[in-house]
């Protein structure tokens, strides 16, 4: 398969260089009872040809993040601080996401930028039979002609797993992992860039959750796509992405490798979820959870906005927001891989960045 | 009951819509309650209504703020008691309506199969069949026609509106696990319905109490401009009725047609406001800010 | 007349659905077909149902609560069938035999207190004699399930948070002392983090209270984690039963298999190295959301 993907569509290059860079980015949305503050200065990067998961549970706000990033926020939500800085292949300065309309989004979108939706959402458009979004997509967005694309689209379609007769079906006529797929082959037709998918296995049937999640890989491995995964399943992660952000009340709390955030997890909220993973086989041990209440976003808690539920809370927890910054290993010199955490576990004063001590 | 008023007051704060709509009408309703002693008070003492008092079509002046009619009535008081029968023909028919349409919808909605068919079917017809030409004709049969008769010939055509929503939304509240638990803590039919169904209804049985009201206030106005509603009353219909059967209008006598327009069209501008601002309280697409 | 053995089944149960949005797979939805399920009291066990979403786990939970009466077959209770039962065993089942939900936004009527469900169950089933004793006992009942009357009592349900809300029903099933607790999906709607805390005061309910449970989830992990038995549903029939470590580790039915096969395993070390194909007789196509009538 992985042959067969390359042969439809280029693979891309550049794996490793930066792609994405949210800055300080603030969503709010306009309530009676307040503002409420979804995402609250969210700081992330992201490579070339990686797949980064996003964790987190409802009301943590990473949905708003992905509307956002997709520049699909609606009022009474607003975008109330920071920037996107998106790299493209091409090698002009990055555009700021943020700052692009009209014409300039509708360029990004789909060649540069696409978008899985949950499983039983539809982007597809309910009168258009699959052939015609394909060559919808494909003509507008690429530059491929009509009759390259009608030849490409049976090719596309097996790689995911179809068969060609859906060619000629509407949208209702396919279940939900049907849809997926479909809209997983116009991002690789169109060879976007940025591939981000919003709990792209819930709602699924459980068999054809597999075979999502390693077309997911695929695309990273054939195809070279970076692709940001949004989902609260913690498995999903493990299973697909390179490195896990984890976000709590609005912010990232964690971000590390997948290995590292799954077997020494640092932020207290990123052990207590991982702590509450049950798993099959093995000894039947007692998972603890994590006690408490989520916050409101209309009404953080002071300081570290987990200290309410934090077994290690201190004073400084109540009163400072631990920035997120780089847990350096005393014996490693190499910084770029370093787990980034916003804990004052982790903060020693007079010293600059954080030292772990495990 | 706190918890009514909790529940209103938050309606309140909620739209500004529903703010206008409600004053709008509160103060009708006001004006309505106190109608004889502001009769009283406008007549200064003497009945500003009888015939042959006052001088015949005064233009508004400062004893007769919307002047008088061809016998003399003070125009203000007219409109001030006019608006009170006509409001107590739409309360009566409003409520007449929605009790009759709540329970058919209820049983319908709840007990569902050949019931709910039969009953529906039922509603339909009444929906079908061409309302007015048929009040009409009833009403050009009646002889003696006093303001109750008229108000339940109104009501047993408007009850089918509401009987429509509620049942929509008996549906759909029917299957929630809330009522499911109900029936497994061993409540029986009747108690599910009027303490678990029927509170989380009473902002639709309430809009439907005030459609089915206007409704029937503007089809008994539709009636009496024909001529054929209760001339022994006196209502906004009918003081459209006399503007159009005196000429008051090629007269210089605007007041007695303008007034119970005005009237009329503030009513039903306020019903609306309130449908319009409870819609966009209820849902949230429609908002600009979003709710708790 | 009921047997002593307090036992809840379901002998060749077939539930029917018909309907206009059935046309397209033949007029009718056999969403469980000769089904058979026994449920001992004694010993209390957990028996986990797992299923995906079509496989009729939900209709079977709401056939064995007595909502629907099913096309075909019995449900019986100790030995009798509840569609029989005298007005004194009826209550007995109604009382022994109590349920959670899946959905927590869905249980309270947004209308009331949280404390009404507490009130009404005692209110029906006579539990005590004075409101002074039946506030004594939703209290205990509360702290049985880590809650404190304070943050819960006078409190309206959408104050309270989707974990909260669950562990306000597991208090009243306390309160009830049933015998038989039918769980469908409690924790599908729960974060993570609560999902957890919920099924481990599951778990000693069944230990500590004596009440068997038929659990039912979709996720094969929360039901090797309450352990105990598990019966695996598709389509309306049972394919496979056995204890949790034979049935998950162990599997011998297709169907189990390919479930286990297709649950990601939350290890980044134990990654899918097979790639897995969709056999296409696995798509079905749907019509979403039927206006469904049961027969019967």
């Not at chain 3, 249980?107 to 209110?123: E, L, M, Q, S």
Request: one cysteine or more.
């Amino acid at each position: 398969m992985a042959n067969d993907l390359a042969k439809v569509v280029q693979k891309k290059t550049g794996i490793g260089s930066p792609l994405l860079d949210i800055e300080d980015l603030k969503v709010y949305y306009n309530t009676v009872n307040g503002v409420s503050k979804a995402v609250d200065g969210v700081n992330l990067s992201l490579k070339r040809g990686e797949i980064l998961g996003i964790a987190g549970e409802s009301g943590c706000g990473k949905s708003t993040l992905t509307t956002a990033l997709l520049r699909l926020t609606q009022p009474p939500g607003y975008i109330a601080g920071g920037s996107i800085l998106f790299h493209t292949a091409e090698e002009q300065a990055p555009l700021d996401l943020l700052e692009l309309g009209g014409e300039a989004l509708r360029a990004v979108r789909w060649r540069h930028l696409s978008y899985l939706p949950q499983g039983s959402m539809n982007a597809l458009n309910p009168v258009l039979r699959i052939k015609e979004q394909f060559l919808d997509v494909m003509l507008e967005h690429s530059k491929i002609g009509k009759r390259e694309a009608l030849k490409m689209i049976p090719t596309l379609l097996a790689q995911v797993n179809l068969e060609p007769y859906v060619i000629n079906m509407y949208p209702h006529e396919l279940s939900g992992g049907m849809k997926q797929r479909v809209v997983l082959a116009m991002a690789i037709a169109l060879n976007s860039d940025l591939v981000v998918a919003d709990e792209p296995t819930t709602a699924l049937d459980v068999h054809v959750q597999r075979i999502i999640i390693q077309m997911l890989a695929d695309l990273r491995d054939s195809l070279g796509m970076t692709v940001i995964l949004v989902t609260h399943d913690m498995a999903v992660h493990a299973q697909l992405a390179d490195r896990v952000a984890v976000m709590y009340a609005g912010g990232i709390v964690e971000v590390g490798d997948v290995h590292q955030i799954f077997k020494t997890p640092k932020h207290p909220y990123t052990r207590g979820l991982i702590n509450s993973i049950p798993r099959i086989g093995g000894e039947r041990i007692r998972l603890d959870g994590i006690g408490g209440n989520t916050p409101s976003p209309r009404n953080w808690p002071s300081g570290c906005r987990f200290h309410p539920r934090c077994q290690h809370v201190m004073p400084v927890c109540k009163q400072e927001v631990p920035p997120l910054l780089q847990v350096v290993h005393r014996h490693s010199l190499d910084g770029e891989h370093q787990p980034l955490v916003a804990c004052h576990l982790y903060s020693q004063p007079g010293l600059g960045g954080n030292h772990d001590d495990e | 009951m706190d918890r009514f008023l909790l529940a209103i007051l938050s309606l309140w704060r909620s739209s500004r819509k529903v703010q206008v709509g409600i004053v709008i009408m509160v103060f009708f309703i006001l004006l309505a309650l106190l109608h004889t002693p502001i009769a009283a008070l406008i007549g200064h003492g003497t009945d500003p209504l009888e015939i042959s008092v006052n001088a015949p079509w005064q233009q508004p002046n400062i004893q007769h703020w919307l002047g008088t009619d061809r016998y003399g009535r003070d125009v203000l008081a007219m409109t001030v008691t006019g608006l009170t029968a006509s409001l107590e023909v739409g309360v009566i028919a409003g409520l007449l309506s929605t009790v009759i349409g709540t329970v058919v919808a209820f049983v319908a909605g709840y007990m569902g199969g050949k019931v709910d068919s039969f009953l529906s079917s039922f509603t339909d017809v009444f929906l079908v069949v061409p309302s007015f030409p048929l009040l009409i004709t009833l009403a050009a049969y009646t002889n003696n026609v006093n303001l109750v008769s008229v108000a339940v010939l109104l009501a047993v055509f408007s009850w089918p509106f509401a009987a429509r929503t509620i049942r929509a939304q008996v549906l759909s509240l029917r299957s929630r696990p809330y009522v499911e638990l109900a029936k497994v803590t061993r409540m029986n039919a009747f108690e599910i319905i009027f303490q678990e169904l029927l509170p989380n209804l009473l902002p639709f049985i309430g809009v439907g109490f005030a459609n089915a009201a206007l409704g029937s206030i503007f089809a008994l106005v539709g009636l009496e401009v024909i001529g054929l509603g209760p001339g022994n009353v006196l209502d906004l219909g009918l003081m459209l009725n006399w503007s159009q059967a005196w000429g008051a209008l090629s007269l210089g006598a605007w007041a007695i047609f303008v007034a119970p327009v005005v009237v009329l069209a503030l009513l039903f501008f306020s019903v609306n406001l309130i449908n319009i601002g409870l819609e966009e309280v209820y849902n949230p697409r429609l908002r600009k800010t979003a709710g708790a | 007349m009921m047997t002593s053995e307090n036992n809840l089944a379901m002998q060749d149960v077939t539930q029917i659905f018909r309907g206009a949005a059935m046309r397209s797979i033949g007029g009718e939805l056999r969403a469980v077909d000769n089904l058979s399920l026994n449920l001992n009291a004694n010993p209390p066990q957990i028996v986990s149902l797992v299923g995906q979403s079509g496989s009729g786990k939900s209709t079977l939970a709401r056939i064995i609560l007595g909502l629907p009466r099913p096309t075909e077959g019995s449900v019986t209770y100790c030995g009798k069938n509840i569609y029989a039962l005298s007005g004194k065993e009826y209550e007995t089942y109604r009382r022994d035999v109590q349920p959670v939900f899946q959905d927590p936004y869905g249980i309270f009527n947004p209308f009331y207190r949280v404390d009404r469900v507490f009130w009404t169950a005692i209110k029906k089933f006579k539990l005590t004699s004075s409101s002074r004793q039946g506030l004594a006992r939703i209290e205990e009942s509360l702290h049985a399930v880590d809650l404190r009357p304070e943050d819960v009592l006078n409190r309206y349900p959408h104050q309270l948070s989707g974990g909260q809300r669950q562990r306000v029903m597991l208090a009243r099933i306390h309160l009830l002392q049933p015998k038989f607790i039918i769980a469908d999906e409690p924790v599908s709607m729960l974060d993570a983090a609560v999902r957890v805390l919920f099924l481990n005061l599951l778990i000693d309910f069944t230990q500590k209270y004596g009440m068997t449970t038929l659990f039912i989830t979709h996720d094969l992990s929360t039901a090797y984690y309450v352990g105990g038995e598990i019966r695996v549903i598709s389509r309306g029939k049972i394919v496979e039963s056995g204890s949790v470590e034979k049935v998950l580790i162990h599997p011998s039915h297709p169907y189990t298999q390919m479930l286990l096969a297709s649950v990601p395993v939350p290890d980044p070390d134990a990654r899918w190295q097979e790639k897995a194909r969709i056999a296409s007789e696995e798509e079905v196509i749907l019509v979403e959301k039927p206006e469904i009538e049961a027969i019967g």
